[in-house]
């Protein structure tokens, strides 16, 4: 399975991650900062997988690429092929540059809650669920008329009740 | 609008939102600027977050996420506010909620089950978006009272017209799977049902995901499944489904060698046709790992890695070679025939390739090629980076002492070796040098005077004492300087070695090791002065000081036993003169009487001794020097009986011996254990067995820093822990306590008194009961130790480790492949009536109960037609059909050979594979 995504910027700043296992947050901060202390060494042009035995536990690897500034991560095991999450970083980037065109740091430093929304329509629970980036973008299309509707009418329905319950 | 701590109007009217704050974030300089920033925002999140309006909530949660996941700020206080939105009717709020949901929460968060109602209801939603919120907030967060309370729902959701939602919450399924395995009783049949229905790729890519997971954990309860993972190996032109599928013959292959035949063919197809480097990659990589017997599809698939190799894109070229490793063990000729590449991969830049490279030629090692490969790899050491020149080392280490030494043959040629790599610039390899050096010297005794010349050369080294990194290995070399001093050839050298000054560069405890080593040089010196071997028997008898002295037997032994010793003996008799001898003590004595007050008791006590021996000595020679005259015999000095006791206890050249040491002895051929033995083997094995790492024991042992001088010899003996013994201590054993032992009628060792390989056979009938005894206490049976072609390496226990336990699977796991052979095997009637088509060939299940699977074995074969869900006549219609389907390569096959090794207390599976 995929145990995580991650993103990171060049200078170790983490900019989306996402653990597919339950890992409270300091430890995922720590893998976080131990993954950039190896992908900050790699020089350019270098193969894009890292053996994670010592960063990430046994049987996990790590494949990641470099976009501009911006290091895209998938931490996985021997129950996924390399090469296909390769592809994976690319359908994901792909997506993105089909939401933002011209995808910079800046769009996904501001649109968190996006770049969620589409990595969970690529995998969930560890799993790949679509590696279309046309199904991914309509699904997140709908997702966001649903997102607005509800900010539309967040005057008219301001509601003082709770609604827990 | 609010109370007390709440919000005020003004705070919902002109709230950040989380783009403010994100650009807040990164407005200030990172450090203590930003950090009072975020702790400013943090206030007021805990205020906007109680308020009654759920847009302020809403926002505030999604700040608080957004801190808590790249800022590793806590949430856990706000674990209600997310539970509550995600009750709300609007999307946003409920998205929100799901995903602070998912980041936040973990299995103790307490209002957890508050959210189960609300999950079930999400889960029954129209709208297909808030169903995959619920379904991805439970495939993180999923507990066992979640899987348990929401199963009912996710399976109505498994039949979802939606492949959309069904895809979904397939994926889910796992997690759920894993925490609750009931609902795989109830689930399963409709994740089966998914495999066959192939109206979305996604789907079925989701549905061999789930399987290809569950497989990895225990492969077995999914064979009868092979059948429809064929027809998808050979229909599907996903290549997600396909890498899945592969992945999963993977498995399977290893329980079902009859599979291999089947799929093997279809897997070079791949090859052969598709594009996609994953899939083909994927498809060599099954080939080598599980179907490697395969010629034809080995070689197509080194043919593939051979093109990986020589891509350009160093990704592929990385993993060609991690292909042509896997091809290795079986297939050694793929390596050689990618030889140049493999040794050009070594000075690539990128490490990875480099590392792979490595490993590559190490699985070329073999005991001819060893000393070849090792002076380029030396080669290659030199010129790499630090830290590859450290692999380098590390993998020549590693290999080379695989297995006791194994292929090493040459032991001279590998002591120089590990002398050499201390003088290489880079090495931090001292602790695994240092190691090799003296577990070499205690079990290889031919090499001893080889191993004292070449730490003679360490020592003698004043500018290695400057490098810290080898200070590990001049230990070592101290050590077998002074424990194998008779071998030296000049021993007053190893002295000044030893007391050089720049030895206070040493750390304390590796200093003491020097001065013990100094100890034993000392007394060494001293014996030899003061009992010339030619005179020791003549005196003995004429003076008739000690009757039953042992020390000249032991003096003997190993003189007689190593040749090498005799020539240098006789050199001796001309050094130890009573000029040298003077000489040495005032070396000594001038050099270690500073140290007298250091600060490290070690040192301190140590030095202690030796003082106090050179001072004794000292004085007694040199009294006797001044009486020349008189001619009073060296041998009834004072110190002369004191060297003699000591060298005595120094020279017995034991190494420790493990406790269980009685039951590694290899029993000698034709044995007939006899009653008591085997009473005394099971109480053996009720002592627990060190654990593995403890068989490392030796360095602590044999350093001589753990004792004081003299007992430490005693402290060896006695140490239970210790697990490494020599060769001749086991023969002093034998000696000693001869009648303990049987008397051995075959001598093929070279250590004539030692028992020679077993029997296994008759190993095998004995040992039984102890292979229960300790199977219940999971400690298995090491396999006997047949005696290996070179006799001369002691070889101990870590050649015989003790098992590495199989992967235990969890209880888990257990529980899930239990129900997934239930629903497989016994409950397959209500399988059936389930399936909604009849139209699928290669249908596979059981057809039937498990109780009746003996009876049925013979007629159950691959059926590749579905059965629908017509009971009368089953196995007649399925044997029917299989026959019809046997022509071509589908040949039904008699399953009477039985060949799958299936565990006694587990259903049968029958064959349905070919």
Same mark, same amino acid.
């Given at each position: 399975?995929?145990?995580?995504?991650?993103?990171?910027?060049?200078?170790?700043?983490?900019? #989306?991650? %996402?653990?597919?296992?339950?890992?409270?947050?300091?430890?995922?901060?720590?893998?976080?900062?131990?993954?950039?202390?190896?992908?900050?060494?790699?020089?350019?042009?270098?193969?894009?997988?890292?053996?994670?035995?010592?960063?990430?536990?046994?049987?996990?690897?790590?494949?990641? %690429?470099?976009?501009?500034?911006?290091? $895209?991560?998938?931490?996985?095991?021997?129950?996924?092929?390399?090469?296909?999450?390769?592809?994976?970083?690319?359908?994901?980037?792909?997506?993105?540059? %089909?939401?933002?065109?011209?995808?910079?740091?800046?769009?996904?430093?501001?649109?968190?809650?996006?770049?969620?929304?589409?990595?969970?329509?690529?995998?969930?629970?560890?799993?790949?669920?679509?590696?279309?980036?046309?199904?991914?973008?309509?699904?997140?299309?709908?997702?966001?008329?649903?997102?607005?509707?509800?900010?539309?009418?967040?005057? /008219?329905?301001?509601?003082?009740?709770?609604?827990?319950? | 609008?609010?109370?007390?701590?709440?919000?005020?109007?003004?705070?919902?009217?002109?709230?950040?939102?989380?783009?403010?704050?994100?650009?807040?974030?990164?407005?200030?300089?990172?450090?203590?600027?930003?950090?009072?920033? /975020?702790?400013?925002?943090?206030?007021? /999140?805990?205020?906007?977050? %109680?308020?009654?309006?759920?847009?302020?909530?809403?926002?505030?949660?999604?700040?608080?996420?957004?801190?808590?996941?790249?800022?590793?700020?806590?949430?856990?206080?706000?674990?209600?506010?997310?539970?509550?939105?995600?009750?709300?009717?609007?999307?946003?709020?409920?998205?929100?909620?799901?995903?602070?949901?998912?980041?936040?929460? =973990?299995?103790?968060?307490?209002?957890?089950?508050?959210?189960?109602?609300?999950?079930?209801?999400?889960?029954?939603?129209?709208?297909?978006?808030?169903?995959?919120?619920?379904?991805?907030? &439970?495939?993180?967060?999923?507990?066992?009272?979640?899987?348990?309370?929401?199963?009912?729902?996710?399976?109505?959701?498994?039949?979802?017209?939606?492949?959309?939602?069904?895809?979904?919450?397939?994926?889910?399924?796992?997690?759920?799977?894993?925490?609750?395995?009931?609902?795989?009783?109830?689930?399963?049949k !409709?994740?089966v049902?998914?495999?066959e229905?192939?109206?979305?790729?996604?789907?079925?890519?989701?549905? @061999?995901?789930?399987?290809?997971?569950?497989?990895?954990?225990?492969?077995?309860?999914?064979?009868p499944l092979a059948p429809e993972?064929?027809r998808?190996?050979?229909?599907?032109?996903?290549?997600?489904?396909?890498?899945?599928?592969?992945?999963?013959?993977?498995?399977?292959?290893?329980?079902?060698?009859?599979?291999?035949?089947? @799929?093997?063919?279809?897997?070079?197809?791949?090859?052969?046709?598709?594009?996609?480097?994953?899939?083909?990659?994927?498809?060599?990589?099954?080939?080598?790992?599980?179907?490697?017997?395969?010629?034809?599809?080995?070689?197509?698939?080194?043919?593939?890695?051979?093109? $990986?190799?020589?891509?350009?894109?160093?990704?592929?070229?990385?993993?060609?070679?991690?292909?042509?490793?896997?091809?290795?063990?079986?297939?050694?000729?793929?390596?050689?025939?990618?030889?140049?590449?493999?040794?050009?991969? #070594?000075?690539?830049?990128?490490?990875?390739?480099?590392? +792979?490279?490595?490993?590559?030629?190490?699985?070329?090692?073999?005991?001819?090629?060893?000393?070849?490969?090792?002076?380029?790899?030396?080669?290659?050491?030199?010129?790499?980076?630090?830290?590859?020149?450290?692999?380098?080392?590390?993998?020549?280490?590693?290999?080379?002492?695989?297995?006791?030494?194994?292929?090493?043959?040459?032991?001279?040629?590998?002591?120089?070796?590990?002398?050499?790599?201390?003088?290489?610039?880079?090495?931090?390899?001292?602790?695994?040098?240092?190691?090799?050096? /003296?577990?070499?010297?205690?079990?290889?005794?031919?090499? !001893?005077? +080889?191993?004292?010349?070449?730490?003679?050369?360490?020592?003698?080294?004043?500018?290695?004492?400057?490098?810290?990194?080898?200070?590990?290995?001049?230990?070592?070399?101290?050590?077998?300087?002074?424990?194998?001093?008779?071998?030296?050839?000049?021993?007053?050298?190893?002295?000044?070695?030893?007391?050089?000054?720049?030895?206070?560069?040493?750390?304390?405890?590796? =200093?003491?090791?020097?001065?013990?080593?100094?100890?034993?040089?000392?007394?060494?010196?001293?014996?030899?002065? &003061?009992?010339?071997?030619?005179?020791?028997?003549?005196?003995?008898?004429?003076?008739?000081?000690?009757?039953?002295?042992?020390?000249?037997?032991?003096?003997?032994?190993?003189?007689?036993?190593?040749?090498?010793?005799?020539?240098?003996?006789?050199?001796?008799?001309?050094?130890?003169?009573?000029?040298?001898?003077?000489?040495?003590?005032?070396?000594?004595?001038?050099?270690?009487?500073?140290?007298?007050?250091?600060?490290?008791?070690?040192?301190?006590?140590?030095?202690?001794?030796?003082?106090?021996?050179?001072?004794?000595?000292?004085?007694?020679?040199?009294?006797?020097?001044?009486?020349?005259?008189?001619?009073?015999?060296?041998?009834?000095?004072?110190?002369?009986?004191?060297?003699?006791?000591?060298?005595?206890?120094?020279?017995?050249?034991?190494?420790?011996?493990?406790?269980?040491?009685?039951?590694?002895?290899?029993?000698?051929?034709?044995?007939?254990?006899?009653?008591?033995?085997?009473? &005394?083997?099971?109480?053996?094995?009720?002592?627990?067995?060190?654990?593995?790492?403890?068989?490392?024991?030796?360095?602590?042992?044999? &350093?001589?820093?753990?004792?004081?001088?003299?007992?430490?010899?005693?402290?060896?003996?006695?140490?239970?822990?210790?697990?490494?013994?020599?060769?001749? #201590?086991?023969?002093?054993?034998?000696?000693?306590?001869?009648?303990?032992?049987?008397?051995?009628?075959?001598?093929?060792?070279?250590?004539?008194?030692?028992?020679?390989?077993?029997?296994?056979?008759?190993?095998?009938?004995?040992?039984?009961?102890?292979?229960?005894?300790?199977?219940?206490?999971?400690?298995?049976? =090491?396999?006997?130790?047949?005696?290996?072609?070179?006799?001369?390496?002691?070889?101990?226990?870590?050649?015989?480790?003790?098992?590495?336990?199989?992967?235990?699977?969890?209880?888990?796991?257990?529980?899930?492949?239990?129900?997934?052979?239930?629903?497989l095997l016994g409950n397959e009637t209500s399988l059936h009536s389930n399936n909604p088509s009849g139209r699928r060939k290669g249908k596979t299940s059981s057809k039937d109960k498990v109780e009746n699977s003996e009876t049925s074995n013979s007629s159950k074969r691959r059926s590749k037609h579905r059965n629908h869900g017509n009971n009368v006549d089953k196995k007649e219609e399925i044997s029917e059909k299989s026959k019809q389907k046997s022509g071509g =390569?589908h040949r039904a096959r008699r399953r009477?050979?039985?060949?799958?090794?299936?565990?006694?207390?587990?259903?049968v599976i029958p064959d349905f594979l070919l």
């Amino acid at each position: 399975m995929i145990r995580a995504m991650i993103v990171i910027n060049n200078q170790g700043k983490p900019r #989306l991650s %996402k653990f597919y296992n339950y890992t409270p947050v300091d430890q995922q901060h720590q893998v976080i900062r131990s993954i950039y202390s190896v992908l900050c060494l790699q020089p350019e042009n270098v193969s894009n997988f890292i053996e994670g035995g010592s960063i990430l536990g046994p049987d996990s690897r790590l494949v990641y %690429k470099l976009f501009a500034t911006l290091y $895209f991560i998938f931490v996985f095991d021997s129950s996924e092929n390399e090469l296909a999450m390769f592809d994976l970083i690319q359908v994901y980037v792909e997506t993105l540059e %089909k939401c933002f065109s011209n995808v910079c740091e800046l769009d996904i430093v501001l649109n968190y809650s996006k770049m969620h929304t589409i990595l969970d329509e690529m995998i969930l629970g560890g799993q790949v669920v679509e590696t279309n980036s046309e199904k991914v973008m309509q699904a997140v299309e709908e997702i966001s008329k649903l997102e607005k509707v509800t900010a539309a009418t967040k005057f /008219i329905s301001k509601s003082t009740s709770l609604l827990w319950g | 609008m609010s109370g007390g701590g709440g919000p005020s109007l003004m705070d919902s009217l002109f709230q950040r939102t989380l783009d403010d704050l994100i650009k807040g974030i990164r407005l200030h300089l990172p450090g203590a600027p930003q950090s009072s920033f /975020i702790s400013k925002s943090l206030d007021e /999140i805990r205020r906007e977050i %109680k308020s009654t309006d759920l847009q302020t909530k809403s926002t505030a949660l999604q700040k608080l996420t957004y801190l808590h996941s790249l800022h590793g700020i806590d949430m856990s206080w706000a674990a209600f506010h997310a539970v509550e939105l995600t009750s709300s009717p609007s999307f946003l709020h409920k998205k929100t909620g799901y995903l602070a949901a998912s980041l936040s929460f =973990r299995p103790s968060t307490d209002v957890l089950l508050l959210l189960t109602n609300q999950l079930r209801k999400d889960l029954s939603s129209t709208n297909q978006h808030e169903v995959s919120l619920a379904l991805e907030c &439970l495939s993180v967060i999923c507990t066992p009272d979640f899987a348990r309370d929401l199963t009912p729902d996710i399976f109505v959701l498994l039949t979802s017209s939606k492949s959309f939602i069904r895809k979904k919450s397939i994926a889910c399924l796992l997690m759920v799977f894993s925490q609750y395995p009931d609902a795989v009783r109830v689930c399963f049949k !409709r994740l089966v049902e998914n495999l066959e229905s192939g109206d979305s790729a996604q789907t079925l890519a989701a549905t @061999v995901s789930v399987f290809c997971e569950l497989a990895s954990k225990e492969p077995r309860s999914y064979l009868p499944l092979a059948p429809e993972f064929y027809r998808i190996l050979v229909e599907s032109r996903n290549n997600w489904v396909l890498i899945k599928v592969l992945k999963i013959f993977a498995q399977l292959a290893k329980l079902e060698p009859r599979l291999a035949k089947k @799929v093997v063919e279809p897997i070079c197809d791949h090859i052969k046709r598709s594009e996609a480097k994953s899939l083909v990659f994927e498809c060599v990589r099954t080939i080598v790992s599980s179907f490697h017997e395969y010629e034809f599809a080995v070689k197509l698939a080194v043919a593939k890695i051979r093109e $990986f190799l020589l891509d350009s894109d160093l990704n592929l070229r990385y993993l060609g070679l991690q292909g042509l490793l896997l091809v290795a063990p079986n297939h050694l000729w793929a390596v050689l025939e990618n030889k140049e590449v493999v040794i050009k991969s #070594l000075s690539d830049v990128d490490r990875n390739i480099k590392l +792979e490279a490595l490993r590559l030629v190490m699985s070329m090692v073999s005991d001819d090629n060893v000393v070849e490969i090792c002076r380029v790899l030396i080669g290659y050491a030199l010129k790499s980076d630090p830290e590859f020149c450290n692999e380098i080392l590390r993998s020549i280490l590693s290999t080379c002492s695989r297995n006791v030494y194994e292929i090493i043959i040459d032991f001279d040629w590998y002591v120089s070796l590990l002398a050499e790599m201390a003088r290489i610039p880079h090495c931090q390899n001292g602790e695994e040098i240092e190691y090799q050096l /003296i577990d070499i010297g205690m079990r290889v005794k031919d090499v !001893r005077p +080889e191993l004292v010349r070449v730490g003679r050369g360490l020592l003698i080294d004043p500018a290695l004492l400057g490098n810290p990194f080898i200070h590990r290995i001049l230990s070592a070399a101290a050590w077998v300087s002074g424990e194998y001093v008779q071998f030296s050839r000049n021993p007053f050298e190893i002295m000044e070695a030893l007391l050089q000054p720049r030895t206070n560069l040493l750390p304390p405890s590796i =200093r003491s090791v020097y001065i013990h080593s100094t100890f034993k040089v000392l007394s060494f010196c001293l014996h030899s002065f &003061l009992f010339p071997k030619k005179e020791v028997n003549s005196l003995l008898s004429d003076n008739d000081i000690e009757p039953g002295f042992t020390y000249s037997e032991s003096e003997q032994e190993f003189t007689e036993t190593d040749q090498a010793t005799s020539s240098s003996a006789f050199q001796k008799r001309d050094t130890f003169t009573q000029e040298s001898i003077d000489n040495v003590l005032t070396l000594v004595i001038t050099s270690l009487t500073p140290l007298v007050e250091n600060h490290d008791v070690e040192i301190q006590e140590r030095v202690r001794n030796v003082l106090g021996l050179a001072q004794l000595a000292q004085k007694d020679i040199s009294s006797h020097h001044d009486q020349k005259e008189k001619m009073v015999d060296k041998m009834d000095l004072k110190v002369s009986i004191i060297i003699r006791l000591i060298n005595d206890a120094l020279s017995e050249d034991f190494g420790p011996i493990p406790f269980n040491a009685q039951e590694r002895v290899p029993i000698p051929d034709g044995l007939v254990l006899e009653e008591n033995l085997s009473k &005394l083997d099971s109480i053996c094995a009720d002592v627990p067995l060190p654990k593995s790492e403890s068989f490392s024991l030796l360095k602590p042992i044999n &350093l001589p820093t753990d004792g004081d001088s003299i007992s430490n010899q005693h402290n060896e003996e006695e140490s239970e822990t210790s697990a490494a013994e020599s060769m001749s #201590l086991l023969a002093e054993h034998r000696k000693k306590h001869g009648l303990f032992y049987l008397s051995s009628n075959d001598n093929k060792n070279a250590s004539s008194s030692f028992p020679p390989a077993n029997d296994p056979s008759q190993r095998d009938n004995d040992m039984e009961d102890l292979v229960k005894l300790t199977e219940e206490s999971l400690v298995l049976k =090491r396999k006997p130790n047949l005696s290996r072609p070179r006799p001369v390496v002691v070889k101990l226990d870590e050649g015989d480790r003790l098992p590495i336990i199989v992967k235990k699977t969890d209880e888990n796991d257990d529980l899930i492949s239990g129900a997934v052979r239930d629903v497989l095997l016994g409950n397959e009637t209500s399988l059936h009536s389930n399936n909604p088509s009849g139209r699928r060939k290669g249908k596979t299940s059981s057809k039937d109960k498990v109780e009746n699977s003996e009876t049925s074995n013979s007629s159950k074969r691959r059926s590749k037609h579905r059965n629908h869900g017509n009971n009368v006549d089953k196995k007649e219609e399925i044997s029917e059909k299989s026959k019809q389907k046997s022509g071509g =390569r589908h040949r039904a096959r008699r399953r009477a050979d039985g060949d799958i090794d299936v565990a006694v207390q587990k259903p049968v599976i029958p064959d349905f594979l070919l």
